[in-house]
């Protein structure tokens, strides 16, 4: 079965400071890897997304994340974070094949932004 | 174009009590799903639909009901509400076509409290 792990619930950033969000996955085959941000008292939006070719992906808002198949992680980056980015982070895979839309979320990352 | 709209926003339910959470979308979209939410566990996948007449089981269905008699609504039930049934529930819609490439969209989410 498909899991996804985010090891930091919480992190706490300095505007202009770099984040990064780590995301481990298990999956049988090469996953299709996502990351979405929860701002609060809203939906899901799609930062970024991977399904093959080039693992460095670019995002949107200046969000970047690289896929590592050999430490099964799709981590996110952002070099210089802005007091807007303070939100709630989540990683997710989804099988190959993709009916419905059956993605596997992991548990989060919220991020605080000190001015 | 209002793309994935829930409604209520916020319910307060006492133990026993049945209601219907409402998704509606816009955008001809075949995909639909009911996620919940939950500190630490991310978004855990209730049930979904990959189109009109067809739906199927996710993850965590219990004490849940679904129908699709239209592309663009996706009533979610609950039965007989329980204190476990308290949490954040958030509706996607997806093209079917085009696999992964295709972005899933989010409701703003309904925050249910069962007492």
């Known amino acids: 079965a498909q899991s996804v792990t985010q090891p930091d619930i919480h992190i706490t950033v300095s505007e202009g400071a770099s984040l990064e969000l780590r995301c481990n996955y298990s999956?049988?085959?090469?996953?299709?890897l996502f990351w979405y941000v929860q701002s609060p008292g809203q939906g899901l939006q799609l930062l970024l997304k991977?399904?093959?070719?080039?693992?460095l992906v670019q995002g949107i808002k200046g969000f970047e994340a690289e896929f590592k198949r050999s430490q099964s992680s799709f981590n996110l980056r952002k070099p210089s974070v802005h007091w807007s980015d303070a939100a709630e982070y989540f990683c997710?895979?989804?099988?190959?094949?993709?009916?419905?839309?059956?993605?596997?979320f992991g548990g989060g990352t919220r991020v605080l932004v000190k001015p | 174009n209002a793309g994935v709209t829930q409604t209520p926003k916020f319910q307060v339910l006492k133990t026993g009590q049945s209601m219907t959470l409402q998704c509606a979308q816009d955008?001809?979209?075949?995909?639909m799903s009911w996620y919940r939410q939950d500190p630490g566990m991310g978004l855990r996948l209730i049930h979904y639909?990959?189109?009109?007449?067809?739906?199927d089981q996710g993850e965590v269905p219990n004490g849940y009901n679904v129908s699709r008699s239209t592309t663009e609504d996706f009533p979610l039930r609950l039965l007989s509400a329980a204190p476990s049934q308290t949490s954040v529930y958030f509706c996607?819609?997806?093209?079917?076509?085009?696999?992964?490439?295709?972005?899933?969209?989010f409701g703003a989410g309904t925050r249910l409290s069962v007492l």
């Open positions: 955008m001809n979209h075949e995909y």
């Open positions: 991977y399904f093959s070719g080039d693992t």
């Open positions: 996607a819609s997806r093209l079917s076509s085009g696999g992964w490439e295709n972005i899933q969209y």
């Open positions: 999956y049988g085959a090469t996953p299709y």
């Open positions: 639909s990959v189109g009109a007449g067809i739906t």
């Open positions: 997710a895979v989804g099988p190959k094949l993709a009916a419905g839309n059956k993605l596997t």
